[in-house]
């Protein structure tokens, strides 16, 4: 309307002054007869009334033209714009179809939200809706991210209800029951001529094949007109999808909270509870409040479900009362001449694992009606997506299928036509499913896999499978047909991605070795290292190896490969271990380092490779007791070594100089100035340097020496608590005496700041921002992230202040260190340092962290416990007996791979202290 009403504007403007001119022409020609020639003509005109008629008349048409064409164009773009072939929010909320519900009607059937739920507020309105809208006003796009059931697609839809109640045309793209084409998106948007718009993308985690990756950043990244708004919403796991992408506009609309918001179920049960209580008129007394909260606040559907059956004369709904609840529902009249119990029994049982279920397999496996599956979905129970059926969410799946088993009445047609030929039903349904050969047959096994893991009353639903050769059958081929590559990566990402001991050793014998030969003569030599190291104990891959060495197909690799390449075949094929020969990845990189002896263009992969490459393949050959003079000799002259070094870091010169060592050829690196190299090379790269050097004592001496001769303080200072940490305490466990680093008092007042609440760190400065950007980038540099700490930068009184927040963890870990090396830390006054602020949630969540037995940090856990029990060591006593696990924490430090006297003294006094506390307790 805004453009409607330019036209006009500017059309009339054009038409009155066509007008004023034809007037002006008229009656003051008078004017003008000191100009002969014009005179004349002019006369002639008035004295023919016909001629100046058409003169006037071509003036009124021309500004009709001026008026009449930008209305065609307006109304023809209208019209255009009007054909876009997406859902309005007005259709999908059917606005104009349900006029009113009561409130009891609106918790106990309504399956999807109305636009009426919203405006009669039966629909909590989270206080994200409005934090989102304020977002969009400023950012084109926006993307919600949360857990299963947390409220994602309610919010979206508040959201955009409350914008189109702001006059904003709203799209909406539901994933669940529609592809995603990137390509339809942005041709769409194209059309889009309305400045307020907006797009929504509902399940964004659903639509995010490997193409479509690329293509939402191309969108993102400025396809489409700015003006329309989009917003996104998907399941946590979207953050997996994308890590790989770090630099991508997907990705840092992931990582700015200004274009992401991430939800929780649990913080919106309290105004859930509320809006309740304010529309039923019920009271929610506290106790029941509280069970609610902690039995059902996870989900939110489950506890709308719980809501719907709630008694205030009674306790809150237990399980079994939801599940009696759904088999009422499921038995109503119009569900029951359908058979909705036989339809809803195979989509559910798939559908807890969000696998939807092909439409021939209900029709033509199990024999129903596709009538009757049609009539569910025209009642909303089921949805369809290219002849694929699902439920709504996982969760409502979740709960119908323990409806189904609770009862055994329910869906008893299916249920008697799977046991006829599997006995049990409930495993029978996957082996048809199976049978069937889904696309999404690796996830599913994945699932199924990792369920059973993390539960022990769960049954080894894989394990099952595998022993019909039917479904074994069907499962391997229908995984080996959707390989685009057959190579070992494929492989190796199926066995890890179904992680199961039977699946893993069945997988890999049910190939031919000719076929694997195939998937190893097509994979990259690096692949086949990490391959190898996994699944050597296959007889079946043995055998091909073997034959794949012998028969030079692993040199034609090595000549084809760059020596990184190499590097990490030999890494990754010397991690294989047998029970019976834990040494057999050895012998096996021996060999693969003989081949490599063949190699014809060595010294050019020499020339051609990094110094790290040529540190990690001597270091390899080092470690499995091999003879890496055939790589060194050919770093002598004319080989330009000590360009190599000065291109590499700190970390890789370490592992050089060490490997050199160990071969008497120290020579080479005659000349290299070390001390400038330190003084350029960051905290977090010096902490490498020591670590890499300390396999050789006499090496430690010599360079920890260099390294401390250097002022440290700036290096300290600008480095996170976690990276100070490991480099302090490798120096003093590398060193023959403690390191003069540690008594230095530059030094330690860094150190000291660090335990403040808020770490500062200040800098002179008459332009901020400038300096602002640069010390952010030095931080990045230098390893203080986001992850391991954040800071808060102002400018204050001339100066550029960092405000670092650091782990208190960390903190106890640093002051461990200092205590062991008997250095106790000295606050402003000169008094031991004491008045820590301990946040018992904090440091009990670090301390799982790092006693986590999938990735223990065992030297992190006794020196922080050190560092504890330094400044209180009853209240260390008294937290380990009410937060962590003395087991847990005994088998952690028992972990710790001890290198020298040092760490193996700190690991022994701790374990010592915490089994006598054991025996107290």
């Known amino acids: 309307m805004v453009k409607m009403r330019k036209i006009l504007k500017y059309g009339l403007l054009f038409l009155a002054i066509s007008l004023v001119g034809i007037w002006i022409f008229v009656y003051f020609r008078h004017f003008l007869v000191q100009l002969p020639r014009i005179s004349i003509i002019l006369n002639e005109i008035a004295e023919r009334p016909s001629l100046l008629a058409a003169i006037a008349i071509l003036g009124v048409l021309l500004a ?47 399956k999807d939200p109305y636009w009426i739920d919203f405006e009669k507020g039966y629909i909590t309105k989270r206080r994200e809706v409005d934090e989102v809208v304020a977002k969009l006003e400023k950012n084109r796009v926006h993307l919600i991210i949360g857990s299963p059931s947390s409220g994602k697609s309610l919010i979206i839809k508040n959201i955009g209800y409350e914008l189109r109640k702001k006059k904003y045309e709203v799209f909406v793209k539901e994933l669940k029951t529609e592809e995603l084409d990137i390509n339809d998106i942005i041709e769409k948007i194209s059309k889009m001529k309305k400045k307020k718009t907006l797009l929504i993308i509902d399940d964004i985690h659903l639509g995010l094949t490997e193409y479509n990756k690329l293509k939402c950043n191309e969108l993102l990244g400025g396809i489409g007109k700015p003006k329309i708004k989009i917003l996104l919403s998907g399941r946590d796991i979207i953050e997996e999808k994308i890590e790989p992408l770090t630099t991508t506009p997907l990705a840092f609309l992931m990582q700015d909270k200004k274009t992401c918001t991430k939800i929780n179920a649990i913080d919106a049960v309290e105004d859930i509870l509320i809006n309740f209580e304010n529309k039923s008129n019920i009271k929610i007394e506290e106790e029941n409040r509280r069970e609610l909260r902690e039995q059902y606040g996870h989900d939110l559907w489950v506890l709308s479900l719980a809501l719907s059956l709630y008694d205030p004369e009674c306790s ?42 092909a439409m021939r397999t209900l029709t033509k496996t199990l024999g129903l009606k596709e009538e009757n599956i049609r009539e569910l979905i025209h009642f909303g129970e089921i949805r369809e997506k290219n002849w694929k059926l699902s439920l709504h969410h996982s969760s409502r799946a979740k709960l119908y299928l323990e409806t189904f088993k609770e009862y055994k009445e329910l869906g008893e047609n299916v249920k008697e036509t799977i046991q006829k030929k599997f006995g049990d039903w409930y495993i029978g349904l996957f082996h048809l499913y199976f049978r ?22 769960k049954e080894d639903i894989v394990s099952e499978l595998l022993k019909d050769d039917d479904t074994k059958k069907a499962i391997f081929e229908n995984i080996v047909e959707s390989m685009e590559v057959k190579n070992v990566k494929r492989l190796k990402d199926t066995r890890s991605y179904v992680s199961n001991r039977t699946f893993s050793k069945e997988f890999l014998e049910y190939f031919s070795e000719e076929d694997l030969l195939e998937f190893l003569n097509n994979s990259k030599i690096n692949q086949l290292g990490s391959f190898l190291s996994k699944g050597y104990y296959s ?147 010096l902490n490498y340097f020591v670590w890499n050097i300390s396999a050789d004592q006499s090496l430690s001496v010599k360079y ?17 608590l976690n990276t100070i940490n490991r480099f302090l305490w490798n120096l003093f466990q590398t060193s023959s005496s403690v390191p003069k680093t ?31 950007f640069k010390l952010k980038k030095k931080f990045k540099s230098e390893g203080i992230k986001k992850k391991k700490s954040t800071y808060l930068v102002r400018k204050e009184d001339g100066k550029l202040n960092i405000y670092i927040e650091e782990n208190i963890g960390e903190k106890l870990c640093l002051i461990g260190i200092y205590e062991y090396a008997n250095c106790s830390l000295l606050d402003a006054n000169g008094e031991k340092i004491s008045g820590i602020k301990i946040s018992i949630p904090e440091i009990e969540e670090w301390f799982k962290k790092n006693i986590n037995p999938h990735k223990p940090e065992p030297f992190k856990v006794a020196l922080a416990l050190k560092g504890f029990k330094a400044i209180d060591e009853e209240n260390t006593i008294s937290f380990i007996n009410s937060h962590l696990n003395f087991k847990e924490v005994i088998d952690c430090l028992k972990k710790s791979e001890i290198k020298n006297s040092k760490s193996k003294q700190l690991i022994e006094n701790m374990l010592s202290w915490l089994n006598g506390l054991e025996m107290e307790k």
Request: glycine content about 4%; hydrophobic content about 40%; proline content about 4%.
């Open 64 to 110: 009709i033209i001026k008026i009449i064409i930008p209305i065609i164009k307006w109304i023809y773009s209208h019209i255009k714009r009007e054909k876009i072939n997406l859902p309005t929010i007005d259709w999908v909320l059917k606005r104009d179809e349900i006029k009113d519900t009561p409130f009891d009607k609106f918790l106990k059937e309504r």
């Open 316 to 357: 809150i709904p237990t399980e079994k009362e939801l599940i009696k609840k759904i088999k009422e529902l499921l038995t109503v009249d119009d569900y029951k001449w359908i058979h909705a119990d036989d339809i809803i029994l195979p989509i559910s049982a798939f559908y807890c694992y969000e696998a939807p279920v």
């Open 436 to 457: 069937s050969k889904p696309k999404v047959c690796v996830g599913l096994l994945s699932r199924l896999a990792n369920e059973y893991k993390e539960s022990i009353t």
């Open 539 to 685: 007889i079946n891959v043995q055998n091909v190896y073997q034959r794949f060495s012998r028969e030079s197909f692993l040199l034609r690799k090595m000549n084809d490969a760059t020596l990184g390449e190499i590097g990490v075949f030999i890494y990754g094929i010397r991690q294989v271990k047998f029970k019976k020969n834990v040494l057999k990845g050895a012998e096996l990189a021996l060999d693969a380092i003989e081949k490599l002896k063949e190699v014809d263009n060595l010294p050019q992969k020499l020339g051609e490779a990094t110094l790290k490459n040529i540190s990690l393949l001597i270091q390899n050959i080092n470690e499995v007791g091999g003879d890496p003079k055939f790589i060194i000799d050919k770093l002598s002259p004319p080989f330009d070594l000590i360009k190599k070094m000065e291109e590499s870091t700190l970390d890789y010169i370490g592992l050089l100089i060490v490997g050199l060592k160990r071969n008497d050829a120290e020579h080479l690196i005659e000349g290299f100035d070390l001390a400038g190299k330190v003084e350029e090379s960051p905290l977090i790269k």
């Open 704 to 720: 920890n020496k260099i390294i401390e001769d250097h002022d440290l303080v700036e290096k300290i200072e600008m480095s996170d």
């Open 742 to 772: 540690f008594t230095d008092t530059k030094v330690r007042n860094v150190i000291v700041n660090c335990l403040n609440d808020k770490r500062l760190f200040s800098v002179d400065t008459t332009s901020g921002w400038f300096n602002l």
